[in-house]
Antibody, heavy 116, light 107 residues
């Protein structure tokens, strides 16, 4: 069974940093591209970042470029999102999502709250 | 960047009604469009991929059509369990933008 489990969320002060992790199981992690998608409270879905299976291709939304860094460790079946210089606008549930031929599998999400 | 314009933002319909949601891309995205259902407090669930292909296990009352810039999502007969917010998403080129969402309620 494919599983994606996010961790590392929580409360952080404005200007602070946080590192999210997404641990994958039930499939060959190194075969798949991965994404981070977020959803602010009461708002719609916002794509955040993409990383290809080998980490060769990486893309970011304009809203996070220069502050967030996506990475992966295929040996550990893990995806990461390093988030720096956080603001209140980054408060959201963050989902990791697997991309094969379809965006079929998503984690349950992890809440990040940026507040003083 | 490609912008996705989804309409309406909300709708109210009766059980058994046909429901239609549209999504317009600001440029040609070929057929690289997903439709998702999101229930309160849950992760999005893929319903339709490549504009018109039904994801495995999804009821056949859900369907999608379109290509290029104009897309349509249809629920042929609305059921109580279909209450949710629906999103389109383009994945032709990054950034992989989502539409603003359509909240579907029962009248």
């Amino acid at each position: 069974e494919v599983q994606l489990v996010e961790s590392g969320g929580g409360l952080v002060k404005p200007g602070g940093s946080l590192r999210l992790s997404c641990t994958a199981s039930g499939f060959i992690f190194s075969d798949y591209n991965m994404n981070w998608v977020r959803q602010a409270p009461g708002k719609g879905l916002e794509w955040v970042s993409f990383i290809s299976s080998s980490s060769f291709y990486i893309y970011y939304a304009d809203s996070v470029r220069g502050r967030f860094t996506i990475s992966r460790d295929n040996a550990r079946n893990s995806l990461y999102l390093q988030m720096n210089t956080l603001t209140a606008e980054d408060t959201a549930v963050y989902y990791c999502a697997r991309v094969g031929s379809r965006w079929s599998y998503w984690g349950r999400g992890i809440l990040v709250t940026v507040s003083s | 960047d490609i912008q996705m314009t989804q309409s309406p933002s909300s709708l109210s319909a009766s059980v058994g009604d046909r429901v239609t949601i549209t999504c317009q891309a600001s440029q040609d995205i070929r057929h690289y469009l997903n439709w998702y259902q999101q229930k309160s407090g849950k992760a999005p669930k893929l319903l339709i991929y490549e504009a018109s292909n039904l994801e495995t296990g999804v009821p056949s009352r859900f369907s999608g059509s379109g290509s290029g810039t104009d897309f349509t999502f249809t629920i042929s007969s609305l059921q109580p369990e279909d209450i949710a917010t629906y999103y389109c998403q383009q994945y032709d080129n990054p950034p992989f933008a989502f539409g603003g969402g359509t909240k579907v309620e029962i009248k």
